[in-house]
């Protein structure tokens, strides 16, 4: 059984503790976008929904560092993997089921 589409998003602030920000989209509403932001410049990443959005942008909005390339390199290869994982798995319930004689 799946849950519809929804967008959740908790704030954790415990004492003595930074707060924990945790967004998780479950939604085919979803907007992703990149850009340049020229007042910097700087680009960014905004992942949306109607629910929420979040904005990634360079470490402490100035300068792009080594850091903040590491940085992109993880969401490009974590992104990259989620693609390869979807296509795989839409192929997989795509298919006809082959263990059925006679299925088309």
Known sequence: MSSGPYTYATLSMRPDSAPHLSISFHTPGLRVSAGMLFNGPRPYLEI???????????????????????????????????????ERLHAEQSAPDQATPGAA
Do not use: K, M
């Open 48 to 86: 949306s929904s109607r629910d929420a959005d979040v904005h990634i942008s360079t470490t402490g909005a100035g300068p792009v560092t080594s850091t903040d390339v590491a940085t992109a390199r993880e969401i490009f290869t974590a992104a990259a993997r989620y693609l390869a994982d979807c």
